[in-house]
């Protein structure tokens, strides 16, 4: 799971998995979205892939990334579940007995 945080902790990365929610893109295609250098953008990618965030396959000379929705959505419910699903609320203004 904290793969997962690091990953979507940069703007840059979590940009890059909006614009695979609309569908396969290649890397260059991904790369022209953004005013950084090619290596950079591998940088993000290689953490999106390790994170397991995105899968690619090979088309020819280029490298089409796929985003895996399901690994983001599980790793967000376990973040959430952590801190549990029965928390009390406390109403403002009244204490509780010890």
Do not use: C, N, W
Request: proline share 4%.
């Amino acid at each position: 799971m904290s793969q997962v945080f690091k990953a979507i902790s940069d703007p840059t990365r979590r940009r890059v998995l909006q614009l695979l929610r609309k569908g396969p893109m290649s890397a260059g295609e991904l790369s022209d979205q953004f005013d950084v250098s090619k290596p950079t953008m591998s940088a993000h990618f290689a953490v999106l892939k390790e994170a397991d965030l995105v899968h690619t396959e090979k088309s020819g000379k280029s490298v089409i990334y796929h985003l895996k929705l399901s690994v983001l959505e599980e790793a967000l419910l376990g973040f959430v579940d952590s801190f549990g699903t029965t928390a009390s609320v406390s109403t403002p203004g009244k204490e509780t007995a010890k």
